[in-house]
T-cell receptor, first 114, second 116 residues
Framework: AQKITQTQPGMFVQEKEAVTLDCTYD???????LFWYKQPSSGEMIFLIY??????QNATEGRYSLNFQKARKSANLVISASQLGDSAMYFC???????????FGAGTRLTVKP | GAVVSQHPSRVICKSGTSVKIECRSL??????MFWYRQFPKQSLMLMAT?????????EQGVEKDKFLINHASLTLSTLTVTSAHPEDSSFYIC????????????FGPGTRLTVL
């Protein structure tokens, strides 16, 4: 069974600073994908970044990068140059290739301070 | 543009009534769709996997007779909350992965259900 752990219920960051949101996972499937989503108060799920288990390099998408440490089973999200609009809930998720469903961590509420 | 739509976006109903939520895939044919429930300040919890032309697969602890899922076509899955009670008030989200492409997962905008 897969399990996703986000240990930071809430995080604060100063505008223009970088912040790291932690995510660890557990799976017995050798092939899987890791995802990060942003959920503002409207409730929509906004895809941020994806990392495949066989990808050799860390994924990057604009200000978002994923610090993938496979041996430690961690997939931390790094947001650089934080903006006020980054304030939202952030969810880490995993999808095993043997299953097609997606499981989510508990989430981290990020607040960007001006 | 939106890939997945949900209707209604918000519904308020009286306790004991049934509510149907539709999830439509606008751009893809989806043999499989997923239904999630999200209580306030909590994460998304998978309720069931909706399979076109066959029975849905429910997660442990989810009552299949209470949450009826019908996936009658490749573009439409419906979730019916039967005899809704206040504890069923939640945000319901559907999602799909149209062709198992690993970095694509499309979410509906969600339906906020409030049961009085």
């Amino acid at each position: 069974a897969q399990k996703i752990t986000q240990t930071q219920p809430g995080m604060f960051v100063q505008e223009k600073e970088a912040v790291t949101l932690d995510c660890t996972y557990d799976t017995s499937d050798p092939s899987y994908g890791l995802f990060w989503y942003k959920q503002p108060s409207s409730g929509e799920m906004i895809f941020l970044i994806y990392q495949g288990s066989y990808d050799q390099q860390n994924a990057t998408e604009g200000r978002y990068s994923l610090n993938f440490q496979k041996a430690r089973k961690s997939a931390n999200l790094v947001i650089s140059a934080s903006q006020l609009g980054d304030s939202a809930m952030y969810f880490c998720a995993m999808r095993e290739d043997n299953n097609n469903d997606m499981r989510f961590g508990a989430g981290t509420r990020l607040t960007v301070k001006p | 543009g939106a890939v997945v739509s949900q209707h209604p976006s918000r519904v308020i109903c009286k306790s004991g009534t049934s509510v149907k939520i539709e999830c439509r895939s606008l751009d893809f044919q989806a043999t499989t769709m997923f239904w999630y429930r999200q209580f306030p300040k909590q994460s998304l919890m998978l309720m069931a996997t909706s399979n076109e032309g066959s029975k849905a697969t429910y997660e442990q602890g989810v009552e299949k007779d209470k949450f009826l899922i019908n996936h009658a076509s490749l573009t439409l899955s419906t979730l019916t909350v039967t005899s809704a009670h206040p504890e069923d008030s939640s945000f319901y989200i559907c999602t799909l992965n149209p062709d198992r492409s690993y970095n694509e997962q499309f979410f509906g905008p969600g339906t906020r259900l409030t049961v009085l």
